[in-house]
Nanobody, 122 residues
């Protein structure tokens, strides 16, 4: 069974940057889509960035141009570089994988980690 562990969250000021990492127990990144999701209090879980098995990426409009998803297949990790953060980015961030099709909504993903808290505040 695949297990995913997120790390790298923290507290940053508006305009700052963070890099989140997701480590997988199994080598899945070349087989399945990987996604970064976030959930803020009172809001629906949002798929913010995804990468399919071929390396194609897609971003939510709310983060496009600021966030970048990447992977290292050899190390079995996927990262999310977050730049120009604003308070609306405050949420718990999760990584998960999608083995089916399509992979454009959070409900298509599985093996959620415990999440890592990202807080953006002055």
């Amino acid at each position: 069974q695949v297990q995913l562990v997120e790390s790298g969250g923290g507290l940053v000021q508006p305009g700052g940057s963070l890099r989140l990492s997701c480590a997988a127990s199994g080598r899945i990144f070349g087989l399945y889509s990987m996604g970064w999701h976030r959930q803020a209090p009172g809001k629906q879980r949002e798929l913010v960035a995804r990468m399919n098995s071929g390396g194609a990426t897609n971003y939510a409009d709310s983060v496009k141009g600021r966030f970048t998803i990447s992977r290292d297949n050899a190390k079995n990790t996927v990262s999310l570089q977050m730049n120009n953060l604003n308070p609306e980015d405050t949420a718990v961030y999760y990584c998960a994988y999608c083995s089916g099709f399509p992979c454009n909504t959070p409900d298509r993903y599985t093996s959620w980690g415990q999440g890592t808290q990202v807080s953006v505040s002055s």
